[in-house]
């Protein structure tokens, strides 16, 4: 199957008929804020609304807890200035080939670890060369 191919749909489809309801921006906020906190996606929560049972494929959403997330980035905030430390005295000292490229290994990860915290706090990956600070 080539990327600009549809994507095939089941045929065994067990929910095959849908209820759309109008409301405005506010009251969707809300039903989605609700249905994250119950773990739920918005169909899921809405049918639980509407039947007293979400069904027994609902996709659940994994809970975020900000607080955890936050002091991951406080730890990660450390680990990044003993990196710059390391920087510095790799500057200083000279070149050193081997240490140079774990360093510069160990600061890609670093940053991709960064991007995807931020991420799940809801905010946007710095771009390079960006001074905002986490």
């Not at 936050?70 to 005295?89: E, F, K």
Request: proline fraction near 3%; charged fraction near 25%.
């Amino acid at each position: 199957m080539t990327d600009n191919a549809p994507r095939k749909k089941s045929e065994n489809r067990q929910r095959q008929k849908q209820i759309k309801i109008r409301c405005t921006a506010e009251e969707f906020n809300d039903a989605a804020a609700n249905a994250a906190q119950s773990g739920l996606s918005v169909s899921a929560y809405a049918r639980s609304a509407m039947l007293g049972k979400a069904g027994a494929r609902a996709k659940a959403r994994l809970p975020v807890d900000g607080q955890l997330l936050r002091q991951v980035l406080a730890q990660h905030g450390r680990y990044g200035n003993n990196l710059n430390q390391i920087a510095y005295v790799l500057n200083a000292e000279g070149s050193h080939k081997v240490l140079e490229a774990d360093f510069r290994a160990a600061l890609k990860e670093w940053g991709e670890i960064r991007d995807l915290a931020l991420g799940a706090l809801g905010r946007a990956p710095y771009a390079p060369g960006d001074e905002r600070r986490a």
